[in-house]
T-cell receptor, first 113, second 113 residues
Framework: KAGVTQTPRYLIKTRGQQVTLSCSPI?????VSWYQQTPGQGLQFLFE???????NKGNFPGRFSGRQFSNSRSEMNVSTLELGDSALYLC????????????FGPGTRLLVL | GENVEQHPSTLSVQEGDSAVIKCTYS??????FPWYKQELGKRPQLIID?????GEKKDQRIAVTLNKTAKHFSLHITETQPEDSAVYFC????????????FGRGTSLIVHP
């Protein structure tokens, strides 16, 4: 099976702009989770989608949002970008998402100038 | 919310030695504890996980132990090899139909040949 893919792999934006990141899970996986990874804060959970519904949410402001489509592909949106949003954004997929093996994508590296 | 402390932040060993990484968690309701390995420039990969109804789990050279009373869990790598060099993350999450993991800050393991 093909692994988790994410697009784009690299992105440069300026403060105040918005950005949309995409994640395609492994075929058959219905759960997609998003994470932010930074040197200062480490790996932090953003949210999880399952069957087109946000099932769990981490402690991030409302500028961070997402959605999931019927084919399980997921998008994450960040509005009004801040310098501190510069990070590696990882998505991970699993069959059902409830405390089972998660398979990570390669990530999207976002730089906010 | 949950808080996960991970130690040490850096661990340097000689090839063939054992390596131990420890994590403590704060929420006694946490019941799922995965460990991830992230090589430089690559995506995190699950290497082993343990649930709260188990005290120890082994997979070849890797083992994880859990002490629910003390709220800590540890990763043990025996007969280390240079390819074990990576950043290792622990995580803790509460079950009951949700998966909101809290991660440790990571341990950079360096195995010298």
């Amino acid at each position: 099976k093909a692994g988790v893919t994410q697009t784009p792999r690299y992105l440069i934006k300026t403060r105040g702009q918005q950005v949309t990141l995409s994640c395609s899970p492994i075929s058959g996986h219905r759960s997609v989770s998003w994470y932010q990874q930074t040197p200062g804060q480490g790996l932090q959970f953003l949210f999880e989608y399952f069957s087109e519904t946000q099932r769990n949410k981490g402690n991030f402001p409302g500028r961070f949002s997402g959605r999931q489509f019927s084919n399980s592909r997921s998008e994450m949106n960040v509005s009004t970008l801040e310098l501190g949003d510069s990070a590696l954004y990882l998505c991970a997929s699993s069959l059902k998402g409830q405390q089972e093996t998660q398979y990570f994508g390669p990530g999207t590296r976002l730089l906010v100038l | 919310g949950e808080n996960v402390e991970q130690h040490p932040s850096t661990l340097s060993v000689q090839e063939g030695d054992s390596a131990v990484i420890k994590c403590t968690y704060s929420d006694s309701a946490s019941n799922y504890f995965p460990w991830y390995k992230q090589e430089l420039g690559k995506r995190p990969q699950l290497i082993i996980d343990i649930r709260s109804n188990v005290g120890e789990k082994k997979d070849q050279r890797i083992a994880v132990t859990l002490n629910k009373t003390a709220k800590h869990f540890s990763l043990h790598i025996t007969e280390t090899q240079p390819e074990d060099s990576a950043v290792y993350f622990c995580a803790a999450s509460i079950g009951g139909g949700s998966y909101i993991p809290t991660f440790g800050r990571g341990t950079s393991l360096i195995v010298h040949p």
